[in-house]
């Protein structure tokens, strides 16, 4: 029950990996695009952690970008639209009417407690009336003093107050997702008592606060909200279910529900708690059931990815591919192609100058992969023997084969078309490759899942459809 602390070569055998873990590992950012559902513009999202730690500023190279595309920025509390009521307001509902910090624990546990708070906050604990704040707000204190005296390069902002600063800069409009009464009723709707229990937790267990607000940290750093999200669902079984809904699930479906207002009006950069985003609660799936197309963002200057990666198969649950929509056509100026795909590709910088672009088709179990470079001038090699070693790097996974290859004329070359069982990586799927060498320029296009799939009409649009620019 530590939820406070919470509330906070070639390239090619990377390229199996790499979209194998978005597979794996679908919240892998903390950069999201929104589009689709008749947005004119698209808008975005950014979980932040309210930090001052230098390694949660560390912001990819993508991300004021976007901000500065929108024409507001959306916060969870735009704290310069705070009047004196507001301030007031907020004051007055940290502390306790008729109760008292020691009518909640025995003699023993009351003195325990007491001292701990007293010894954490200093002279500060003459400035507040401790026995009449609400353990809730006690946590957060204790919580801000140990951020406080980590000695780490720091901002002097936390990220949230730094994206409403940026926002002021540019002469953006600000916008603040919920009232100073909301986030105070949310809180409320935890009883005193189980407020208590989570106070001593922390008293208790401070060791281990500072080992778990280290993990937060590495794991924001990496921005694996997957991770975030499994220490959240590890804290759970130790609060109510109402704790759960109050903080989280309801205000997830408010903060989805007014976003889902504001970007109709004008693009918007919103930032609010990574712990929002993931999970079937989280706001992307909430966007996404609302119709809209939430993508991943990266940033050409961070590696994204995990220590491990899952072995997993891709999801099969229909012999049948379906699209609901027609294809999206995607003109790549910059690597000389235009291609049909079911919707908007991420485009993805890597090294050695490749250029990746993917579209993760979770509905019907598909990956579609579009993978890009120059041909260095000192590379003197026919272009089946070049194939051939391409597929060979392909096949470097553990257990994964090559189940077919034969040449084919595409575009007025020779190419190769091919498929590989993906072996322990991927169990049970399989991708469906085309190679081609134009002069300079190389192009792997693949389609990865079952094997019965591959070969339907819808598939074969994908590549029947590329085309390189003359």
Not at 32 to 47: A, D, F, T, V
Not at 51 to 56: A, E, G, K, P
Not at 148 to 153: N, R, S, T, Y
């Amino acid at each position: 029950m530590r939820f406070f602390a919470i509330l906070i070569a070639f390239l090619l055998p990377a390229l199996v990996g790499h979209f194998a873990g978005l597979l794996a590992q679908p919240y892998n950012t903390l950069h999201w695009r929104i589009e689709g559902n008749g947005l004119k513009q698209p808008s975005y999202l950014y979980g932040t952690m309210h930090s001052r730690n230098s390694r949660v500023h560390n912001l990819g190279d993508s991300v004021l970008v976007s901000l500065s595309a929108c024409k507001a920025v959306a916060l969870e509390i735009v704290t310069d639209k705070m009047g004196i009521k507001d301030m007031v307001g907020a004051m007055k509902q940290m502390y306790m009417r008729d109760t008292t910090l020691k009518d909640l624990y025995d003699a023993e546990t009351y003195q325990r407690v007491k001292k701990a708070v007293s010894q954490k906050l200093g002279f500060m604990t003459f400035i507040y009336n401790v026995d009449k704040i609400k353990p809730m707000f006690l946590a957060s204190l204790l919580t801000e003093m140990d951020a406080a005296a980590e000695e780490l390069p720091k901002s002097e902002l936390i990220l949230d107050m730094y994206f409403q600063e940026e926002g002021k800069k540019q002469r953006k409009q600000l916008i603040s997702i919920e009232s100073v009464r909301e986030q105070m009723q949310a809180i409320d709707k935890l009883p005193l008592k189980v407020q208590a229990e989570m106070l001593l937790e922390q008293v208790n267990n401070a060791g281990s606060y500072d080992a778990m607000g280290e993990d937060m940290i590495e794991y924001y750093a990496r921005q694996d909200l997957d991770a975030l999200l499994k220490l959240y669902e590890g804290q759970k079984e130790s609060v109510t279910e109402s704790f759960d809904r109050a903080l989280v699930i309801d205000r997830n479906k408010t903060m989805a529900y007014r976003m889902d207002s504001f970007m109709r009006k004008q693009p918007t950069f919103t930032a609010v708690g990574a712990l929002h985003l993931p999970g079937k609660n989280g706001i992307i799936e909430l966007l996404r059931q609302k119709g809209y197309s939430v993508l991943p963002v990266y940033s050409s200057d961070k590696t994204y990815q995990t220590n491990t990666v899952t072995k997993t198969s891709l999801p099969d649950t229909s012999a049948i591919v379906i699209y609901d929509s027609p294809f999206a056509l995607i003109e790549a100026e910059e690597a000389g192609f235009q291609v049909l795909m079911p919707d908007s590709a991420m485009v993805e910088w890597m090294e050695d100058d490749m250029i990746l672009y993917t579209y993760n088709d979770r509905p019907n179990g598909l990956f579609y992969s579009i993978a890009y470079t120059a041909i260095p001038d000192t590379l003197s090699i026919t272009d089946e023997e070049f194939y051939n070693l391409i597929a060979e790097r392909l096949a470097k996974s553990k257990g994964a084969v090559i189940t077919y290859q034969n040449k084919v004329q595409l575009l007025g070359v020779v190419a190769q078309e091919g498929q590989l069982a993906m072996g322990e990586m991927m169990p049970n799927s399989h991708m469906r490759f085309v190679m081609l060498r134009k002069g300079k320029n190389f192009y792997l296009l693949s389609v990865t899942g079952a094997e019965r799939k591959l070969t339907q009409k819808e598939v074969n649009t994908f590549f029947d459809s590329f085309m390189t620019f003359e």
